[in-house]
């Protein structure tokens, strides 16, 4: 071959013959030519480097023979090393990359990036060296054109990845040894340095996996990078030692020191080294410490590397938590050298922080130092104690270090005043913090087990840390920090906040024995730190954060006195708790200023259980450092407080003495008194929860400055949760001034939102009670600062105002502060005093009156709509019209209502007390019973009790419009609450069982009932004597309650006894009489015994028209009993005189009293006279009445009756006429009636009389269009037409012969009474009256003619319901039935009145049906329908069909139908009249049964009644004729389908069928069939089963599905498992939802067809297609393989390594296989278990992983969802689907670096996803956005997976947000443009082609001999296993080989058919007819192998599963073979029962 120019044919040939056949290529002769090519040909002298192409030939053609080996040979190392230090002639060409990276692998080399490479010079390394973007002077133009291609050559194909492996591993040594033998024998030429070929540098970096190499090159590493001819290899070769520097052995360690020994000027070659570096310690995690420990140690030597300092920066910068740690360890080996380092580790640790610009983690160095060491040069440290101190000093220096130039300046700035910076000084103090907070922990867990430290050298380390020590120990070592800053950064350090955990070490540290601080010094510390921090609080930092409530306990603790030990006290004492009294009162202090910074937790601890810590808390709230607190208001308990106090202080005195006393006798023997105490002075008892102690007057003092200078009590009060300034308010209330409280509202500036509304309130009325006394007559003299004063505390009452009336008004008023301001005043509108409530009711009229007018326009509008009201009482606008405009007015109402209910009965000012009663009437809530109940009894006991305000709001003297108001508002109340009250039901509880002594039942005369206290019965009795207001009605409305006219009053009975009560006392009656109003006056005159009389005409104030009425009441006591009345006279004097007297007034009548009083005294002259005088015209008078008496006037037949009548009873009366001149011709009408009757009594019947002529005249007028008019006169004026009408109906009685009087008597009864009955008209005599008259004539009346009795009951019913007359007409009609009587009435009659009846709910319905159906009906033949049949069916019909409109009108009631009980007895009726329901009126009968009203109707209760006795009591014949007419298709009518459905499952369950069967059913019954249907019988029940469904559809969707479950067993039961019924079911309902789409109806369809394939999934193969877009599979009943899957999934599962266990995991797979193919919809239900059970697996390592078979069960539930595209993509598996691909993300991840073993995995598992994009683009995008990140990783950290590259680069993702906020539109491109992206390059998933098998094809169909048709096999075999789609191009050559006779062909045919029937078991059956014909084939050996194979082939094809046993069987019978194995083999596996 050419080397200049090869032959073009030859070596294009040679590359095909490499392409399909490689492996000639790798004998040895071959590659030793090959190599040849790549060696340099030493006779031929070429200048340039000439044509490469014969050894890139050379490259490929040997990458492409040895491509699959993992063993190279040698020979290709040492061209490689020949060529590398030779011209690189393919060693660098990009054709070569493949091979070239392939041997490389020999050296373990970690290559640095070219990318790396080509920046490594211009990049930059820290950010203050120089940036130089030109390339490098020693860069020659050939390295400057190859850097071009670097990048494009950085990345590698998948293919190369792929391609690239380990190739020396088993000859590693060898290699290893020749190849430093070569490098070696170059360096060690005696050749000038600078003669070094750059070839041989990059040898070497590509050799630096060898330490050996690294150390080579290393020490030679600085001269060459100095060689500007070397620079960019050296360059290179400095990056991959640092690179490969990772093994951290001797020899590494070498190399790093000397790395860091190389000094470098140039900043290019400066750069480069820095970014060295950091590969270096990324190369190995120990590096990072060996390199800062010798950079340290280089810097403290004397050959000082200048760039010491930088590395160390860059370190810093790299590792910014670990390398300050390692720093710090280096530190400490500093110090525990023999030497004192701690000046220059001082002066080092200043170079260090100055030259890293302060770029160091501070906390962690500081954590560095403090770390405890195990090394043994520690464990025998000879200076442990010089080490812990100069630890120490090295923690407060890197304090102070921290202190940069923006922390100095914030610091500086903040000293002034100013705000700059903040966040710098607020970090610097956090950290500072942080860092005590260690060095607190370092001493107390560390230090302790380094070394036992003297007790003075320990607490100076502790004040050390904590800046508490004297400044010169800060800068005594080395003057630093200087003099100028010195006491500024000791300020600014010990100015910061401490940590909670460092307070509670130092308190540890002080309770704990081994530590040498005492609790005195620890007290001590805290205190002063606490105090230091609170100093420096501020409203952005927390200085004092405490969580801990045990701190209070820590801090106690270290106060308790514990006595010498060595004392032995008597047993049997318990010594007291005692405390040391300096450390008890130190510590209360400090407790309160942790509390005031930790109120939500130590506060609200201190606040709840420590009385002490309380009352210290008040005192700086209040400002006020008295004992007892201020905050006692109660006189008593300040008292008591103080003698408790005292009892307390003696019993511990007591307490001490004693304990002392022991102790003294146990050492001393001494007797202690008080005087001789020493412990007394210095303890005091420790109860810190007991009650509060007296503190000491130094203690008070001590609190108050801190209070003043730390603002403790403005923290407090500031603290909303919890509320202390609430709590105090709250508590002290309006009983004491609070000046305090000012003092805090005038302190908190701008801050009012922050105090509690109470407290606002309470400055508001503190201000308002202050206001009076600096008047403006003061002004004049007062001192400008006096008035600044003021105007300042104006302004705030302003700003306060402002800050209210927002919270009341503004735009952010809410419910709880508007309850809250209001609460606050209201409550004290009911205090005792009168200074408390006027307070009030200013406060109220601020907060209100003001907020609510904007301008002036808005004042003058809203007066006009106020009522008059409001107008009159002007000071009060802010109760009557701003309060309820409040915004959040209703919130507040209840609780204004009763405050001020309240308030009327302490008020005093009549005119609030006026204001208070108008605003309740108008905005008092009374919805509830129990509201209303309150305002009635809180307003009726102000106007019983409170009898003075009562008069003088209503004084006739002082009487104004306001009193006319408030009498307005008073009835308004009263008047509400009665017709309340009398609406309320008899049975209903108003009032409570314990209030029930004072209340009473009041019945009315109309009927109504009402129950209330009796206060309130008298409060409106007193309200009606005050008269009428102007214009108002519900004074009258009251009066006609309460005092009827011509009606008895009102009776009372008491609620607890029933007893009937005094419902008018004496006292109220006086009061009645008092009054002006006639009505009142004539009620407690009534029924008034001759004492009372007596009494009250003796009262003074009765009015003169009162009197007057008084006095003939007694005129008439005195005609009735005369001698009652003398005896109750006292003084007949004095009351004659009385009378006398009253006459004069005006009064008139008494005379006959009179007259008895003078009769029995001596006559006196003047009174005799005038009697006599007096008594002439009276007596004439009587005489003449009497006459008038005895002259009544005689009616003739001439006298018009019918104006007589008019005259009687005048249509519209006049008050002003006398009733009395009607007396005489009542009574002549009277008396001729009485006449009349008096003859027909004794028989003459002859003459006429007027009597009828009068029932003629009254029947006339009750006609005519007065009528009603006529009857409501006869009802007034009851005195004269009640003994009228009973004239009548005496003579009816008499005459009862005279029908036509007694119909026209009994017509004008009832009449009259349908005018009286109006609910408007009140109940009176006369109406009861004629209704007796009416029941008496009814029951007497008999009824001859049932028809006309029948019409006489259906006007009774319709005109008036009338019980006791309807009861008298049905007892009537029922005893001329019983007397024989025929029934001659219509159908419709009897309906009417027997409906009637019912709704009446009338006693004698069951009897008038008894005797109706059991009567001789007469018309039969005219009235067919008149059966007694008919007529309940028609009834009960009815019923049904109006209950929907009953249920409208009356949607309380529950009951359904409005027979109600009736219905049960109709139902009776029914069945005793036809048993079998339906055989008398089928059509009637039908519609009882199975009617159905679309339109929503409920079903009537008798219904399931009905249909059960149908089915229990019918007989055959009629059950069938039911059936055919339910199922019949052509039906006129529609059922009901519930009905219809119940009764076909009843037909089937009926018990006569299974009568005489055995009892016990057997295990393996066959079910028997009831219910024969036919196709169209089963589609008609399919019909109901979809109506009955679709009703319930409309509620949910889920309630139709379990409709459907739940009548699916009667449909399968009917169909008697005939397939071909089955299969007209499902044609019909796939029709169906075809026609309906997705409507309800094809809704409802859809899903019973999709509950039948469930029941029966063989019955619908194949699965219909809209079986696989429906939903509701995954939730629906069980299916009947549910069980079966669950154990092939289980077995799936399985991870036991047996070879059993293998082989049913491999079955169960199959069977799933299979199903996934023919029954999608099964496996689907169970995908969230198979998402369940991939969890929990991959948490094993890889080996364990593979070794128990998880990766298999991956494997194959990835392939079983390839199975399932696309249903498994639906949206209703999503989440189950979604847990799978997390749980293989989660393999992936975890297993990221065996992905060599995972490749087909991830392929598959990337195909997968890819699908699911095109199929399911937002789902898919969704999941992949969620879990993009750990996909990222996994794609970064293996490099080789290119196809999840391809994935992720080709997923351009948009924001999880963005697809949330697109509108649809873009949503539908969304998902368009995903489901299209190109998310995987083409070739990776590229379907193979036929064309691309068709060699394969060829060779099978030309192949002549065996070995030929075995080698393509066997090439398929291959090619399958990696890709079994293949093997489908070849199904029809398998199948023919599968008959061959050559055994060999023949089991691979098999092999390979079964191979691709399991890839995709849905071709199973086309391989059917070759294995019968193999099983039917004559020769043996086709048999045997088809047996061999049939459990296998019968698992895939199960539907052919019976053909093919049959046919096996066969084969057994006939052939001679014994197939019993084969055959129980496939059954089992068929069934899984391998698993038992």
């Known amino acids: 071959m050419n080397r200049a120019k090869p032959d073009t044919t030859l070596y294009l040939s040679l590359m095909y013959l490499a392409k399909i056949k490689p492996n000639i290529f790798a004998t040895e002769g071959v590659i030793e030519a090959l190599c040849s090519l790549l060696r340099r040909d030493a006779s031929i002298n070429f200048k340039a480097k000439g044509n490469s192409l014969v050894s890139v030939l050379a490259c490929n053609l040997l990458m492409a023979a040895y491509e699959e080996d993992e063993n190279w040979p040698e020979i290709f190392v040492k061209v490689y090393i020949e060529d590398s230090l030779g011209e690189r002639i393919w060693v660098d060409s990009p054709h070569c990359k493949t091979f070239v990276d392939n041997i490389q692998t020999a050296f373990n080399t970690k290559m640095p990036p070219k990318s790396m490479l080509l920046h490594g010079e211009v990049g930059r390394s820290g950010g203050d060296l120089s940036a130089g973007s030109s390339p490098h002077p020693s860069m020659t133009e050939e390295e400057d054109s190859q850097s071009e291609l670097l990048i494009a050559e950085e990345k590698m194909s998948p293919e190369q990845e792929g391609q690239l492996m380990p190739r020396y591993e088993d000859l590693a040594e060898s290699v290893e040894e020749y190849v430093l033998d070569m490098l070696r024998d170059q360096l060690n030429r005696r050749q000038p340095m600078d003669n070094v070929s750059r070839n041989l540098l990059r040898l070497l970096t590509a050799t630096c996996g060898y330490k050996e190499v690294r150390q080579m090159a290393v020490q030679r590493l600085e001269m060459w990078l100095q060689n ?390 008040e005192m700086v709230m209040t400002n006020n450092y008295s004992y007892p607190p201020c905050t006692l208001t109660d006189e008593e308990k300040c008292t008591e407080m103080i003698n408790r106090e005292l009892q307390i202080s003696q019993r511990e005195k007591q307490e001490i003495l004693a304990f002392e006393g022991h102790l003294a006798a146990a050492s001393t023997k001494q007797t202690i008194t008080e005087s001789s105490s020493l412990l007394l002075s210095q303890l005091t008892s420790l109860d810190p929860q007991g009650p509060p102690r007296r503190p000491p007057p130094h203690v008070l003092e001590q609190v108050k400055s801190l209070n003043q200078s730390l603002r403790l009590g403005h923290l407090l009060c500031r603290s909303r949760h919890p509320d202390f300034l609430l709590n105090i308010i709250q508590r002290q209330a309006s009983s004491q001034s609070m000046p305090w409280l000012a003092d805090l509202v005038q302190s908190s500036e701008g801050s009012l939102d922050v105090l509690p509304v109470q407290c606002l309130c309470e400055f508001l009325l503190h201000d308002a009670a202050d206001e009076p006394t600096s008047g403006e007559e003061e002004d004049e003299g007062e001192s400008k600062e006096q008035r600044a004063k003021k105007r300042q505390r104006q302004q705030k009452q302003r700003q306060l105002l402002g800050r209210l009336q927002d919270l009341l008004l503004g735009p952010k008023a809410d419910e709880q502060t508007t309850c809250e301001v209001l609460d606050y005043f209201l409550r004290r509108l009911s205090s005792s005093q009168v200074a408390s409530r006027v307070l009030a009711m200013k406060g109220l009229s601020l907060v209100l009156s003001e907020g609510g007018l904007r301008d002036g326009e808005e004042k003058d509008h809203p007066m006009e709509e106020d009522s008059g009201d409001s107008e009159l009482l002007q000071g009060y606008q802010w109760l009557l019209r701003d309060l309820p405009r409040l915004p959040l007015f209703d919130s507040v109402r209840a609780t204004t209502a009763l405050a001020l209910q309240q308030a009327i009965h302490m008020e005093t000012d009549p005119q609030t007390i006026s204001a208070y009663l108008v605003y309740l009437s108008q905005h008092a809530p009374v919805e509830e019973q129990g509201q209303h109940n309150d305002l009635a009894l809180y307003v009726a006991r102000l106007i019983v009790e409170r009898s003075t305000i009562m008069s003088h709001l209503f004084s006739k003297l002082s009487y104004c419009a306001e009193s006319d108001a408030v009498l307005v508002a008073l009835l308004s109340i009263f008047s509400r609450y009665i017709k309340r009250m009398r609406q309320s039901k008899e049975g209903e509880e108003v009032y409570s069982w314990s209030e029930s002594q004072d209340q009473v039942f009041l019945r009315w005369t109309s009927g109504e009932t009402a129950t209330m206290h009796i206060l309130v019965v008298h409060a409106m009795v007193i309200l009606l004597t005050l008269g009428p207001p102007q214009g108002d009605g519900d004074f009258y409305t009251l009066l006609d309650i309460w005092f009827p006219e011509k009606k008895p009053l009102p009776t009372a009975f008491l609620v607890d006894t029933s007893e009937e009560a005094l419902l008018l006392p004496d006292w109220l009656k006086l009061r009645m009489i008092r009054s002006e109003v006639p009505r009142l006056v004539d009620a407690a005159l009534q029924d008034l015994e001759p004492q009372q009389l007596l009494l009250f005409v003796q009262s003074f104030g009765i009015p003169v028209s009162s009197m007057s009425k008084l006095l003939q009441y007694l005129d008439q006591a005195v005609s009735h009993d005369p001698q009652t009345l003398e005896q109750n006279i006292m003084d007949k004097n004095y009351m004659a005189h009385l009378v ?130 006529l009857a409501m006169a006869m009802h007034r004026s009851h005195f004269i037409s009640c003994p009228l009408m009973r004239q009548l109906y005496q003579y009816q009685r008499c005459v009862p012969q005279d029908t036509a009087f007694s119909s026209l008597f009994f017509k004008v009864l009832m009449q009259i009474l349908q005018w009286l009955e109006n609910p408007a008209v009140e109940d009176g005599p006369l109406r009861a009256q004629l209704k007796g008259f009416a029941v008496q004539y009814s029951s007497r009346h008999r009824i001859n003619d049932v028809r006309s009795g029948f019409l006489h009951l259906t006007e009774a019913l319709t005109f008036r319901r009338d019980s006791d007359l309807i009861s008298s007409t049905v007892c009537a009609i029922i005893a001329t039935l019983k007397s024989g009587e025929k029934c001659n009435v219509e159908p419709e009659l009897i309906s009417k009145v027997l409906q009637g009846l019912i709704e009446t709910h009338s006693p004698y319905l069951e009897e008038l049906l008894t005797v109706l159906f059991s009567a001789t009906v007469e018309t039969t033949t005219r009235f067919p329908a008149v059966k007694p049949i008919a007529v309940v069916s028609s009834l009960l019909l009815q019923d049904k069909e109006e209950t929907p409109v009953k249920k409208e009108l009356d949607s309380c009631s529950t009951e359904a139908a409005w027979l109600g009980p009736s219905s049960g007895l109709l139902n009776d009726w029914l069945e005793m009249l036809d048993p079998e329901v339906i055989s008398s009126c089928p059509d009637l009968q039908q519609k009882l049964l199975f009617s159905w009203n679309k339109a929503g109707s409920q079903v009537p209760s008798f219904r399931p009644y009905l249909l059960a006795l149908l089915t229990h009591q019918s007989s055959w014949t009629t059950l069938h004729q039911c059936i055919r007419l339910l199922l019949c298709r052509n039906r006129e009518q529609r059922f009901d389908p519930t009905a219809s459905l119940d009764f076909l499952w009843a037909c089937i369950h009926i018990p006569r069928i299974w009568q005489g069967r055995d009892q016990r059913t057997p295990q393996k019954r066959r079910e028997e069939f009831v219910l024969h249907l036919k196709a169209s019988e089963l589609i008609s029940m399919v019909e109901l089963i979809l109506a009955e469904a679709e009703t319930r559809y409309q509620n949910t969707e889920e309630a139709s599905c379990t409709l459907i479950q739940s009548r699916l067993p009667l449909l399968l039961s009917c169909s008697h498992g005939d397939v071909e019924n089955i299969k007209k079911v499902t044609e019909y309902l796939t029709n169906c939802i075809q026609q309906w789409g997705s409507s309800s109806v094809g809704k409802c369809c859809q899903d019973l067809l999709l509950q039948i394939y469930l029941q029966l999934p063989e019955l619908l193969v194949p699965l219909p297609e809209m079986l696989l877009t429906s939903e509701g599979a995954r939730d629906s009943s069980t299916c009947k393989l549910d069980a079966l899957v669950h154990r092939f999934i289980t077995l799936l599962a399985d991870t036991s390594d047996s070879k059993s266990s293998e082989s049913r995991v491999w079955d169960a797979n199959m069977a799933c296989r299979k199903l996934a193919v023919a029954h999608p919809i099964l496996l689907l239900r169970h995908l969230p ?18 070794q128990q078979n998880h990766l298999t069960f991956f494997i194959h539930v990835l392939g079983i969802l390839e199975l399932l595209q696309p249903q498994v993509f639906q949206n209703e598996h999503q989440a189950a689907l979604w847990d799978c691909l997390l749980s293989f993300i989660r393999l992936l991840l975890n297993y990221r670096k065996s992905s060599r073993h995972l490749a087909a995995f991830i392929s598959k598992f990337v195909q997968f996803i890819h699908k699911y994009i095109t199929c399911n683009a937002q789902a898919a995008v969704s999941f992949l956005q969620k879990h993009s990140d750990p996909l990222h990783d996994l794609s970064s950290d293996n490099s080789d997976l290119a196809m999840l590259k391809s994935l992720l680069a080709g997923l351009s993702l948009p924001s999880k947000s963005g697809i949330l906020d697109r509108g649809s539109e873009e949503e539908k491109d969304d998902e368009a443009a995903a489901g299209s992206l190109p998310l995987v390059s083409v070739s990776l998933f590229t379907p193979l082609t036929p064309a691309e098998m068709a060699p394969y094809m060829k060779r099978l169909s030309r192949g002549q001999t065996v070995e030929d048709i075995l080698e393509v096999l066997t090439d398929i075999d291959e090619m399958s296993r990696r890709r079994p789609e293949i093997l489908s191009f070849f199904a029809t050559n398998l199948q023919k080989l599968m008959s061959s006779s050559e055994e060999s062909c023949r089991n691979l045919a098999f092999c390979l058919a079964l191979r691709s029937i399991q890839n995709n078991p849905s071709i199973a059956a086309e391989f059917l007819p070759t294995f019968m014909y193999c099983l039917g084939s004559r020769d043996f050996e086709v048999v045997q192998t088809a047996l061999r194979n049939l459990p296998e082939y019968t698992l895939l094809c199960q539907e052919h599963a019976a053909v093919l046993l049959h046919r096996a069987f066969l084969v057994g019978m006939y052939g001679q073979i014994d197939t019993s194995s084969q055959i129980s083999e496939a059954l089992k596996v068929l069934h899984m029962e391998a698993t038992i």
Not at 1214 to 1239: E, F, H, K, Y
Not at 1730 to 1739: P, Y
Request: with cysteine.
């Open 228 to 617: 500007p001819k070397l620079t960019k290899p050296a360059q290179d070769l400095l990056m991959s030692v640092c690179m490969n520097c990772n093994t951290h052995s001797s020899e590494d360690m070498e190399v790093i020191s000397n790395l860091i020994k190389i000094r470098l000027k140039p900043k290019v070659l400066l750069n480069h080294y820095m970014l060295c570096v950091r590969e270096l310690l990324n190369a190995h995690r120990d590096n990072l410490g060996t390199t800062i420990k010798f950079v340290i140690f280089n810097e403290l030597s004397n050959a000082r590397n200048p760039n010491n300092m930088q590395i160390l920066y860059t370190v810093l910068q790299h590792s910014s938590e670990q390398a300050p740690k390692y720093l710090a360890m280096v530190f400490q080996d500093l110090l525990t050298t023999k030497d004192d380092y701690l000046r220059a580790s001082r002066a080092l640790l200043r170079e260090i922080i100055k030259q890293t610009k302060h770029e160091i983690n501070f906390q962690a160095f500081c954590l560095g130092l403090m770390q405890e060491r195990k090394e043994a040069q520690y464990a025998e440290m000879e200076f442990k104690e010089r080490f812990v101190i100069h630890i120490t000093d090295l923690l407060a220096v890197s304090m102070m270090l921290g202190i940069t130039a923006q922390v100095k300046e914030a610091g500086i700035a903040w000293d002034k005043g100013e705000k700059k910076n903040l966040e710098v000084l607020r970090s610097f103090q956090n950290q500072i913090a942080a860092i005590q907070r260690d060095a607190v922990w370092w001493l107390h867990t560390v230090v302790p087990s380094i070394s036992k430290l003297a007790p003075k050298d320990y607490v100076h380390c502790l004040h050390k840390v904590l800046f508490t020590e004297q400044p010169e120990t800060y800068y005594k070592w080395d003057n630093w920090p200087p003099e100028s800053d010195r006491n500024f950064f000791l300020r600014l350090c010990s100015e910061v906040p401490i940590l909670e955990d460092t307070l509670m070490r130092i308190l540890v540290i002080g309770l704990s024995r081994d530590l040498p601080l005492g609790p005195a010094d620890a007290m001590e510390l805290a205190d002063h730190l606490v105090k230091r921090a609170a100093a420096v609080q501020a409203d952005d930092v927390e200085v004092l954060r405490v969580e801990r409530i045990q701190l209070i306990d820590a801090v106690l603790n270290l106060c308790t006195y514990h006595h010498p030990e060595n004392i032995q006290l008597p047993p049997g004492y318990q010594p007291p708790n005692l405390a040391i009294s300096t450390l008890y009162w130190k510590a209360w202090p400090l407790l309160l200023v942790v509390a005031a910074f930790n109120p939500e937790n130590i506060g609200l601890a201190a606040w709840e259980d420590y009385p002490s810590l309380k009352m210290l808390m």
């Open 1140 to 1269: 006398e007297v009253q006459h004069e007034r005006g009064a008139t009548g008494g005379q006959t009293f009179h007259s008895l009083l003078t009769a029995s005294l001596p006559a006196r002259r003047d009174s005799a006279e005038m009697t006599r005088s007096k008594s002439s015209p009276e007596n004439s008078q009587n005489q003449s009445r009497i006459r008038a008496l005895s002259q009544v006037r005689v009616l003739g037949p001439e006298d018009d009756l019918a104006s007589i009548i008019l005259q009687l009873f005048p249509l519209n009366p006049d008050p002003r006429w006398q009733t009395s001149n009607l007396r005489p011709l009542a009574l002549a009408l009277q008396q001729a009636l009485g006449q009349d009757l008096a003859r027909i009594r004794q028989g003459n019947t002859q003459v006429p009389g007027i009597t009828a002529r009068l029932l003629q005249a009254v029947a006339a007028l009750i006609n005519s269009p007065h009528g009603g008019a």
């Open 1729 to 1746: 278990m198979i998402a369940a059970l991939l969890h929990g697996r991959v948490h094993l390592n890889f080996q364990e992983f593979r």
